[in-house]
């Protein structure tokens, strides 16, 4: 048995964070697909709720403990494989790089995952244009923020000169948000960070398309 096992999906943003800091930090990990859709989601199955009983993705295993929640996950791995660094050593800087990757992680996303979007097609009853609309709306709100924070940002990624907490979120936000059609032009220093962590290896490899459960 591996000594880290990663229960995720392939288009799970949450997931999507865990897969590349554990690139980041070149640790080697067993995946084991949850399909948040399949038999009305194997999250939902009594199997996987032993493992997490939120019923979310991702769920990660270290010599046999179970950890949840992807912001946790990350901490919990930059301290017990503190090279590279995914904080900067700086106080402030680091409570900075945590709040950018709180802006994506508890702001943004949670209005905009899958379980909220099948609430509001399911019981809300609502059509597919203005499920649309609430997406764009939390994206512009978060990415407007983004973007200007990034404005005296140094370096090509989000906190400075190499990829961050902020970034392991960032990414998989910016994925989606392109999945959804939404407008991105509104963020040029956004969106050059982007291609500066879409050049990096252990971001390519992390993502959906890259997966083994990845499907069209």
Not at 86 to 98: F, G, K, T
Not at 165 to 190: E, G, I, K, T
Not at 199 to 211: K, L, N, V
């Amino acid at each position: 048995m591996a000594a880290i096992e990663l229960y995720d999906y392939w288009r799970s943003s949450a997931a999507y964070r865990v897969r590349i800091a554990l690139n980041l930090k070149g640790l080697d990990y067993q995946q084991h697909s949850v399909h948040l859709v399949k038999d009305g989601g194997q999250q939902h199955q009594d199997e996987y709720t032993a493992l997490n009983p939120q019923h979310l993705v991702p769920t990660l295993i270290h010599d046999e403990q179970v950890l949840t929640q992807s912001l946790a996950i990350i901490e919990y791995l930059d301290e017990q494989y503190p090279e590279p660094a995914l904080l900067p050593q700086d106080v402030l800087a680091r409570a900075q790089c945590r709040a950018l990757a709180q802006l994506v992680a508890c702001d943004v996303h949670p209005l905009n995952n899958l379980r909220v979007l099948q609430y509001l097609s399911g019981p809300l009853a609502a059509d597919a244009e203005q499920k649309s609309a609430w997406y764009s709306h939390w994206i512009a709100q978060g990415f407007s923020a983004y973007e200007t924070h990034l404005a005296n940002n140094k370096g090509p990624y989000s906190c400075g000169e190499q990829p961050s907490l902020a970034d392991c979120c960032l990414m998989p936000q910016v994925y989606n948000a392109r999945r959804f059609q939404c407008d991105l032009s509104p963020y040029p220093r956004l969106l050059a960070v982007v291609q500066a962590l879409e050049a990096h290896p252990a971001f390519a490899a992390a993502a959906p398309e890259q997966q083994a459960d990845a499907t069209p």
